[in-house]
């Protein structure tokens, strides 16, 4: 039970809140996702934290908060379980929680409790907004918070500098040592955290001595998910202290419906079809077609499925042929995939494989082998869709990138963390015109594809439509766009990306 709990406060030590007073509290549309390790055993949990929306609540400025944390595999269930969805709303002005609703499935059936804060002007910090309050004060704090039923109190001091180099990239950091009864209660001792020490003060790390081992939690996942222009104002769902009668059960339930829409936050529509011409070297090498075909159930599983397929390949080809696809089937939420087919054939044939997402363990399988793999994680194509609806914005110094995006990606027989570098806004010719666009470099961390050295033009449009890919010698340049189910594209708009 102690690190179970230890777990959840895991979760809010890395949620995403930049440091200084004058600064925002929250970073809307952050996305922060974690690996969990426990002395020997690897993958043990995820979390994942998202900064969904600002608004109004009540008449005053609110931010939502959601996360997710599950402990998985078989090591997982050994020593701790646990499987928590929680949603925040914080104050904006005064950083206090105003009301919070958690859903624990750990015992198997959903147990929900609800806090409603927000007739109480002199409500206490709890367990977020009092590491929240750390994070603000540049790590160094004296405060006291409430968990549960008891009072606790918290130092955290910076203790040093020191510079990582995880699975997610090479980071500068600063040191917090954090000490608490809290801690003592569950058996933790020497808790450090590590802050980026640039101006977004991301959590990269966490490490605490335990009776099990070292518990560290390392980041896996930096992305700024894109806003709608209207952001949505908070509404929490509060339930009556009396509880509601038992609804009667509805006999027959709704059948499913295929090819509904897809959320508005995403930057592509159902049918979208994209042909782009392919060069190898210079020379016409066929077309390569790529489109968000439909949504139905695949396996029993509400999913859109993409493809990307081959055509007019000359004969005298040898990397491609005609035919040769790749097809992922993904949540119409969180476009992470549970199932990718490669199909490739002449000198990339080593290449085919199923790759399925045990959605238990969170492990990969694949060619009767399973790869333990950080919560979602991406195929190449599916990351090739999310990635327009990433928040690209450009680091005002080239020699300090700290707006990268880093995304856990799969790829034959590993996963590892792509780094997104955006740069700044540019003119690409394209389809005879000049095209606004923006150049995204990206850095796989795998040798096979970094010898590719890929980038990606993305345009400034609504839909931040891919323009153009290269790969190696490859060079695939967008020749048409149509779009092939009912549902109308989205009118076209420029797009500033150096806005905040």
Request: glycine share 6%; aromatic share 8%; proline share 8%.
């Amino acid at each position: 039970m102690g690190l179970l709990t230890f777990a959840t406060l895991a979760v809010f030590l890395f949620a995403s809140v930049p440091a200084g007073a004058q600064q925002q509290k929250f970073r809307t549309g952050e996305k922060l996702a974690y690996r969990v390790s426990l002395d020997s055993f690897d993958d043990v949990a995820f979390a994942e934290t998202h900064v969904v929306s600002s608004g109004l609540l009540d008449g005053r400025p609110t931010y939502e908060i959601r996360f997710r944390t599950r402990s998985l595999n078989f090591a997982s269930a050994a020593f701790f379980l646990f499987d928590e969805d929680r949603t925040t709303f914080v104050s904006a002005d005064t950083g206090l929680p105003l009301f919070q609703r958690r859903i624990d499935a750990s015992a198997g059936m959903p147990i929900e409790t609800m806090i409603d804060r927000r007739q109480d002007p002199a409500a206490p910090l709890d367990l977020v907004t009092a590491l929240y309050r750390i994070r603000q004060s540049n790590g160094s704090a004296n405060l006291v918070f409430a968990e549960g039923d008891r009072t606790y109190s918290l130092t955290s001091s910076i203790s040093g500098v020191e510079r990582l180099v995880l699975s997610a990239g090479e980071f500068d950091t600063n040191i917090a040592t954090l000490q608490s009864d809290y801690f003592t209660t569950l058996g933790m001792s020497d808790i450090r955290l590590n802050l980026t020490s640039d101006e977004r003060q991301i959590p990269v790390l966490l490490r605490a001595r335990t009776t099990r081992g070292e518990l560290r939690i390392e980041i896996s996942g930096i992305v700024m998910v894109e806003q709608p222009s209207a952001e949505p104002t908070p509404n929490p769902i509060i339930s009556p202290v009396t509880p509601p009668p038992t609804p009667t059960p509805i006999p027959t339930p709704t059948p499913y419906q295929p090819n509904q829409p897809i959320s508005p936050e995403l930057s592509f529509v159902l049918g979208e079809t994209m042909k782009f011409r392919v060069r190898e070297a210079g020379v016409d090498a066929g077309l390569l077609t790529v489109a968000a075909e439909e949504r139905r159930e695949f396996d029993g599983i509400d999913s859109i499925r993409i493809a990307a397929r081959f055509s007019d390949v000359p004969a005298t080809s040898t990397a491609i042929r005609n035919g040769d696809s790749i097809v992922t089937f993904v949540d119409p939420r969180t476009m992470i995939p549970f199932k990718t087919e490669v199909r490739f054939s002449g000198a990339l044939a080593a290449m085919s494989q199923t790759a399925t997402l045990d959605r238990t363990t969170n492990a990969i399988v694949y060619d009767g082998t399973r790869l333990d793999a950080p919560f979602a994680t991406h195929s190449v194509l599916s990351l090739f869709y999310a990635v327009r609806s990433f928040n690209l914005k450009p680091s005002s110094d080239a020699k300090n990138p700290v707006n990268d995006t880093r995304v856990s990606v799969f790829w034959r027989d590993r996963a590892t963390v792509f780094t997104l570098r955006p740069g700044q806004g540019e003119t690409l010719m394209n389809r005879g015109e000049a095209r606004p666009a923006q150049l995204i470099t990206i850095l796989p961390q795998n040798p096979e594809l970094d010898r590719l050295f890929p980038k990606l033009w993305l345009g400034l449009d609504a839909n931040r439509t891919p323009l153009k890919l290269v790969l190696g010698t490859f060079e695939f340049e967008l020749i048409d766009v149509q779009f092939r189910l009912s549902a109308p594209p989205r009118e076209p708009q420029k797009i500033d990306i150096m806005r905040n």
